[in-house]
């Protein structure tokens, strides 16, 4: 009978900490959802570092009444030319076993016609999920760390591309609060990288309201 009570009591704590690290790791979620709704820009590193480009990032959460991650609608731009975006992405989050969290990468027919629609992420409700191509390979798994900020990268050359000659493309984040430090590579297959920064990731400031 004691054996059996520890036994019970055994099971009973490992489900409470597997409940609290579950609980957790949903904090996390909304957390980073939270820093990178907004949006942001590299202006700051451009003025200091003529290497690096003056760049608008706008990532606005869409489609709140999914039960299906957590979604943003992503668009960068320079700021010379920010009605011609060079990239739109759609981004899901979900939570993963282990605590980390997975950044979904999707794209769009197509994608210019939704050019700005950060500011009106409502037009969305027109669109359907099924509609978005997975750019499978690309997601990014991020963890939390010590100092709150969120750190992840893609899985090594899992992610293809074909721009300027590259086979794969790499990405490496961290998500603070306040800013995004983005670093977006492309590498041909001699592992050459062929476009993206050199010397560091873009220095993404939040406008803070």
Not at 29 to 48: A, C, D, I, P, R
Not at 80 to 108: C, H, M, N, W
Not at 131 to 140: F, N, T
Request: charged residues 25%; proline residues 2%.
């Amino acid at each position: 009978m004691k054996k059996l009570l520890i036994a019970i009591a055994g099971c009973i704590l490992s489900a409470g900490v597997s409940y609290g690290q579950q609980e957790k790791g949903m904090n996390d979620l909304h957390v980073l959802y939270g820093y990178m709704q907004g949006s942001f820009s590299s202006q700051e590193q451009s003025k200091n570092d003529t290497d690096y480009y003056d760049i608008r990032l706008h990532m606005s959460p869409i489609w709140s009444k999914s039960n299906n991650g957590k979604w943003l609608y992503v668009e960068q731009a320079m700021a010379s030319a920010l009605d011609k975006p060079y990239r739109q992405r759609f981004y899901k989050l979900i939570q993963l076993a282990d605590g980390s969290i997975e950044s979904i990468v999707y794209t769009v027919s197509d994608p210019l016609r939704f050019a700005g629609a950060w500011k009106t992420p409502e037009v969305f409700e027109q669109l359907s999920v099924d509609s978005l191509e997975l750019r499978d390979g690309c997601s990014i798994i991020l963890r939390k760390l010590d100092d709150g900020s969120f750190k992840g990268s893609t899985n090594a050359n899992n992610c293809p591309s074909n721009l300027r000659g590259a086979t794969y493309a790499t990405s490496e984040v961290v998500v603070h609060h306040d800013k995004m430090v983005s670093w977006d590579r492309g590498f041909d297959s001699r592992d050459k990288q062929v476009w993206g920064a050199e010397k560091g990731g873009y220095i993404f400031m939040k406008e803070l309201k």
